[in-house]
């Protein structure tokens, strides 16, 4: 009676019930690589900009408050990107030649707003309020990094949904006193979590709805 | 069921006759209007008639495509599922442009409130506009205005479509190319100066309703600078009897606004003082308020 299965089928079906799992594996491995790696999260990634704003400089450097220009950052949920006209309120009078300011000038000359690329950008499809955020006790560097040692500006964070659950379910080990949010420096204390339920009644945090869907996705 | 036809590809198709045409017009000369939906249908011919009788023409169940059902729904559902593959990209960057310079009163992110006040038949109306960074998304009324009280009825919700019209003028044009406006007051003066030295017999001056003093009384100095020109006053949907029955009543032009909280029964004949009249707002609430339910 004639075979329906060649001989080779047994060989091939051996491989298979080995080879195609670990094909599986190594397929999901990919995309879980992918989806972490820099080139997703573009994390540690510095964008390039018009104009090579340095927060090291104006921050470290000059000891510039954050609130200088991002000024809406505690009253709105946006947290304000400077207009020209606040660069110039330095830049009329100094480094008033430099090339590298060129952009800023020729914006103020022709009441042209400069194109900034954003770094940190949520999809449309989520809310974010900065000001509850402030005024709840997360401070700036918690979610941004160590601005004040910035060149260039890059995502210290994924800004994932799966990352911002992480706080929003157990925001204790993240909070900070009302005097220290714009403390770049700032690093919690050892006894963070062992400080219990108080940070959480201080701050007037309720975690036991911070986590329905229609809190951000409104 | 041996006396249903069989239709299917065994069944030779009827042969096409030709239209016979003289015959045709012959035949519909005579006969005065007769509709007809196809020259076959008219001229009645063998296989018309044979589609007529039969339900369902030659191969109608039949699909005798190339693609097969089965392919066909395969294309169509592997086309909905890889749609979703779009979604599987990473997010552009996207710019941020600010302003160059921030109107000082506005926080990015919140609303800014204007008050302002729309004009309906001459009577203006106060108004409250929300806008958000500088565009302006919602009308409501002005509680601290005494037209309105806080209320708002349709023209003034709706008064937030005619920002966004696209007919608004944008630009001063003339004769349908862009102009400015040094050039259009340079041609007012020019054409006003003419008009003066014939003390504005040629000029006329067409307006609506107007209820503003001020505006009232630079008409007027107008008029007196050139006592030839007209001041045409017109306005599509007007109260013009009332006025004119004001006139009767008071011997002035002047239009009533209603005290109906200090009345128990109001008996309106064709007024419709709740909907139309320039203090509707202002009758709502006092209706509301102190004469509970009204009847139609």
């Not at chain 1, 594996?25 to 510095?46: E, H, I, N, Q």
């Not at chain 1, 339920?197 to 951000?216: A, R, T």
Request: aromatic share 10%; charged share 15%.
């Amino acid at each position: 009676m004639p075979q329906t299965f060649h001989p080779r089928s047994n060989s091939l079906f051996r491989t298979a019930l080995l080879g195609v799992p670990v094909v599986i594996c190594l397929f999901g491995y990919g995309v879980w690589a992918v989806w972490w790696s820099p080139y997703m999260t573009r994390v540690d990634v510095a964008l390039d900009q018009p104009v090579p704003f340095s927060h090291q400089h104006h921050v470290a450097g000059l000891g510039i408050d954050c609130r200088y220009c991002h000024v809406s950052v505690e009253t709105s949920a946006f947290a304000g990107l400077p207009p020209t006209e606040t660069c110039m309120t330095c830049h009329s009078q100094v480094w008033t030649d430099a090339p590298v300011l060129a952009p800023v000038r020729q914006s103020w000359a022709a009441a042209r707003p400069l194109h900034w690329n954003r770094v940190h950008d949520l999809p449309d499809f989520v809310f974010f309020n900065h000001a509850i955020h402030i005024q709840r006790g997360i401070g700036c560097s918690t979610c941004h990094g160590q601005v004040d040692q910035m060149p260039l500006i890059w995502k210290n964070e994924t800004l994932y949904m799966k990352w911002c659950l992480e706080c929003h379910r157990d925001p204790t080990p993240y909070l900070r006193p009302a005097d220290q949010i714009y403390n770049m420096d700032w690093k919690p204390g050892s006894n963070q979590t062992d400080r219990g339920e108080h940070p959480l009644e201080i701050h007037d945090i309720h975690p036991e709805f911070m986590n329905d869907c229609s809190f951000c996705h409104r | 069921m041996s006396s249903f036809p069989h239709y299917g590809k065994n069944t030779p198709a009827p042969h096409t006759s030709r239209i016979d045409w003289s015959s045709l017009r012959a035949r519909l000369k005579g006969q005065g209007k007769q509709y007809w939906r196809s020259l076959k249908e008219a001229a009645q011919t063998p296989e018309f008639r044979a589609l007529l009788e039969r339900e369902f023409p030659d191969g109608a169940s039949e699909w005798t495509g190339s693609l097969s059902r089965r392919e066909f729904l395969l294309l169509v559902s592997s086309s909905l599922l890889l749609g979703g593959l779009a979604g599987c990209t990473r997010q552009p960057v996207e710019q941020i442009l600010p302003y160059v310079q921030q109107p000082s009163d506005m926080t990015l992110g919140e609303p800014l409130s204007f008050a302002t006040a729309m004009p309906l038949s001459g009577f203006g109306v106060g108004m409250v506009v929300q806008s958000r960074e500088g565009r302006p998304i919602k009308a409501d009324g002005n509680r601290l205005h005494p037209a309105s009280l806080g209320g708002s009825d349709v023209w003034l919700q709706t008064a937030i479509y005619g920002l966004y019209d696209p007919d608004r003028a944008k630009a001063i044009l003339h004769y349908g190319k862009a102009s400015t406006s040094p050039a259009f007051i340079a041609a007012l003066h020019m054409a006003l100066q003419f008009q003066g030295q014939r003390q504005g017999a040629g000029l006329r001056f067409l307006t609506g309703n107007v209820t503003s003093p001020t505006l009232a009384a630079q008409l007027k100095a107008l008029l007196e600078k050139h006592p030839q020109a007209k001041w045409h006053q017109y306005e599509p949907i007007n109260r013009d009897h009332a006025l004119e029955g004001a006139r009767l009543a008071f011997g002035e032009y002047v239009a009533p606004q209603y005290q109906l909280h200090k009345s128990a029964v109001i008996v309106s004949l064709d007024s419709d003082f709740l909907y139309v009249h320039p203090m509707r707002l202002r009758h709502v609430a006092a209706a509301v308020c102190h004469l509970g339910v009204l009847a139609p």
